[in-house]
């Protein structure tokens, strides 16, 4: 637990010395608020909170997307990495650092986009609202850091980087993130619940709103859960085959 | 009391095999120099060691356990071949991130003074020297006072000075009872620290002796002769045949000289030159040795074997 601690410390270090790296992942979320959210919504309360909860949606996919499969696959590649495994730890604390430090960069990158919300629009949330999509923020991360996980693990960190960025804008153009709740063009409308996004932008949106929840989305946001922890899981053992047997 | 050991060790990656069934038993406050070229198995041996990876078949034991169980590698230190510190960390950061996984480290300033790097703690690793960084790794190996510290090459890319200082660590961590497991590539450097050498080629343990008895390699010579055919004679190794030439590595070539006039067999073009010790070491551990008898001094070998290049020196 300690030395989780410690590892969770120095990973927030490492991540905190390069500060374009924190900037970011805040960054297209925060200029989607500025750009689409305030000049077409930001006068209508409803329409903007249900906007600020999509963009927070997609603010917490992107961070973690790339925060772990650039992240990791970077790792992967140092000396260091292997370093550390000969010292008296298993992988535990290592990876309970990665976690927790990532938890925190998620919910730092949200911070510009709230207060976005808070400044620019009429969007509004009670404060047990306000609790609930905290909530939900760290719910909704879970599929998104298995996502990043397995790219990680899977790719060396060149194709990484290129699959995250690739990834990363149809999830949330085809889950419905830059559409209001009820007005997504056909095609997406049809796709969208078979997403990942879709599912976790649903949450957020029940948390802040009053919106009812479309149960294949949610169904199908477990079975992405199951999926890309399996994948994920395998491509950590995988790795640790290839180097470490 | 021995702290390390490796039991048939064995280690394949695919179709190669980059250790094949060596035994190493490391007693406690030895020093062991680990010698042998590029892909000889020797970074291999020691990932076994410090738990890194797995051996294909055979058993590695760390203070008679498993060094794969964390628990096992809280007297170790270690020293990788690659240096590779996260460049956005400091110096005293690292020290103390790694100190962190120790019950009872060194103190980051007692650390810092005896690898020479009081006046670095504030500097990012990133913006440290080649040889700063990897004064730096080898500081890290000893920071949870370790019994037993392996170092892969641990003066790769340092200046004579630095040389000299890392080595003065290292004999004092030595001479206050630590055990050291080094691999390098410098004959000089083995010498100049380690009692015990074990020679490692293609996979194999081809000496395990002392300094002195691996020294006495340095008298082995390079002959040449034309020859029609060569009998049987002690002490011959490395016999290569080109051009109705042939070469040969002898340890003694006044017994050689005096075994071939005896011999009665027709010769010409007798040379006899010294051979650098690396050159020595290095015809030995690429001519596969036909015996099972791994010592290298005074083996007796017959067959004729075509020097193949060094497998990747």
Known sequence: MRLALVHTRYQLLETVRVPIAVVGSAFFPTVSMLFFVVPFSGDDPVAATYATASMVTFAVMSTNIFQYGIGVAEDRAQPWDPYLRTLPAGPAPRFAGRITAGLTMTLLSLIPVVVVAAVATEARVSAPAFLAALGTVVVVAVPFTLMGLAIGYALPSKAATVVAQVVFFPLAFGGGLLFPPDSSPGFITAIAPYLPTRGAVELMWAAVGDFRINPTSLVMLGVWVVVLAAVAGWAYRRDEGRRFH | ?313
Not at chain 2, 31 to 47: E, Y
Not at chain 2, 174 to 193: D, K, M, P
Not at chain 2, 257 to 281: M, N
């Open chain 2, 1 to 313: 009391m021995i702290v390390a050991r490796a039991i048939q060790a064995t280690r394949r990656y695919g179709e190669v095999t980059a250790l094949d069934r060596v035994d190493l038993d490391l007693h406690a406050g030895e020093l062991v120099g680990l010698l042998g070229p590029n892909g000889a198995g020797k970074s291999t041996l020691l990932n076994l060691l410090v738990g890194l990876r797995r051996v294909s078949s055979g058993r590695v034991e760390l203070f008679g356990g498993d060094p794969r169980n964390p628990v096992y590698r809280r007297r170790i230190g270690v020293t990788p071949q690659e240096t590779g510190l996260p460049p956005t960390l400091r110096v005293g950061e690292v020290i103390d991130f790694v100190s962190a996984h120790y019950p009872d480290p060194m103190p980051r300033a007692e650390l810092l003074d005896r690898f020479g790097l009081a006046d670095l703690a504030r500097r990012q690793t990133g913006g440290l020297s080649g040889g700063q960084k990897r004064r730096l790794a080898v500081a890290l190996a000893f920071v949870g006072r370790p019994q037993l510290v392996f170092l892969d090459e641990p003066t790769t890319g340092l200046d004579v000075t630095a040389r000299r200082e890392l080595w003065e660590a290292i004999r004092q961590f030595h001479a206050e009872g630590g055990t050291v497991l080094l691999t390098s590539h410098y004959l000089e450097e083995i010498e100049e620290l380690a009692q015990r050498v074990v020679v490692l080629g293609r996979g194999r343990v081809l000496a395990d002796d002392t300094v002195g008895a691996i020294r006495d390699l340095s008298r082995v010579r390079r002959v040449s002769l034309v020859a029609p055919d060569l009998p049987d004679l002690p002490g011959v190794r490395g016999v290569e045949r080109v051009d109705g030439v042939t070469r040969l590595l002898t340890t003694d070539s006044d017994q050689f000289v005096r075994d071939l006039v005896r011999s009665g067999v027709a010769f010409s073009d007798l040379e006899i030159r010294p051979t650098s010790l690396e050159d020595a070491f290095l015809a030995l551990t690429t001519a596969e040795p036909t015996t099972a008898e791994p010592a290298v001094a005074g083996a007796t070998t017959t067959a004729e074997t075509t020097t193949a290049e060094p497998a990747d020196a």
